[in-house]
C-alpha cells in the first residue's frame, strides 16, 4: 500500500502499509480455549514503515507494552544514530495484505515508526515497488505467496 491519498504526492522512496499485530502466546491460548478470542491483545496499523534496511519488525516500547510481549533477549544494533542494544521480544503474528507470518519483534526508540523489515517481507513473499511506492507480492511468483526451497 502506498501512502498516497488523494491529491497527495508520495515522499520518495517511502513505503507504508497497514499491518496487524497479535500477540502470539494469546492466540494460542485462545485456540486452546483457555481464553476468548476477544482477548488476544492485538494492535491495528494503519502506516507501518517498510524498511529494508531493517531486519526484523521493529515496535515502540508503548506498543510492545499493549502486545504484552515478553522480552528474551538483548542484541546489538547499527541505526543512522550509531551502535547500541536493544531488546527482543518473542513472537507476534503479523498480518499484512492477508498474509501473515510469525516474527520476533525489536525494539525501537519511542519517536520511530512501526518498522517492517527484511526477514517479514521475505516470510510473506513481498517487494518493494519503487515506481509506485508500494508493497507488492513477489513478481517472480506472479504476485502469489509462495516459499522458496532453491
Not at 497497514?18 to 494469546?26: A, E, K, T, Y
Not at 476468548?36 to 515496535?59: F, I, M, P, Q, Y
Not at 515506481?131 to 517472480?140: A, K, S, Y
Request: aromatic residues 4%; proline residues 7%.
Amino acid at each position: 500500500m502506498s501512502n498516497t491519498g488523494p491529491n497527495k504526492e508520495p515522499e520518495m522512496g517511502r513505503v507504508t502499509t497497514p499491518v496487524i499485530l497479535q500477540n502470539f502466546p494469546d492466540l494460542w491460548s485462545a485456540q486452546n480455549g483457555q481464553i476468548g478470542e476477544d482477548e488476544v491483545r492485538t494492535v491495528n496499523v494503519e502506516d507501518a514503515l517498510v524498511d529494508t534496511g531493517c531486519t526484523l519488525v521493529g515496535l515502540p516500547r508503548r506498543m510492545i507494552e499493549q502486545l504484552g510481549l515478553m522480552p528474551f533477549s538483548t542484541k546489538k544494533v547499527v541505526a543512522t544514530s550509531g551502535a547500541s542494544e536493544t531488546t527482543i521480544y518473542g513472537a507476534v503474528r503479523l498480518t499484512i495484505q492477508g498474509r501473515s507470518c510469525t516474527m520476533d519483534v525489536m525494539e525501537v526508540d519511542e519517536s520511530c515508526p512501526v518498522l517492517i523489515g527484511q526477514l517479514p517481507l521475505e516470510h510473506l513473499d513481498f517487494v518493494v515497488n519503487p515506481r509506485e511506492h508500494t508493497l507488492v507480492g513477489n513478481p517472480r511468483h506472479n504476485g502469489e505467496h509462495m516459499y522458496e526451497l532453491l
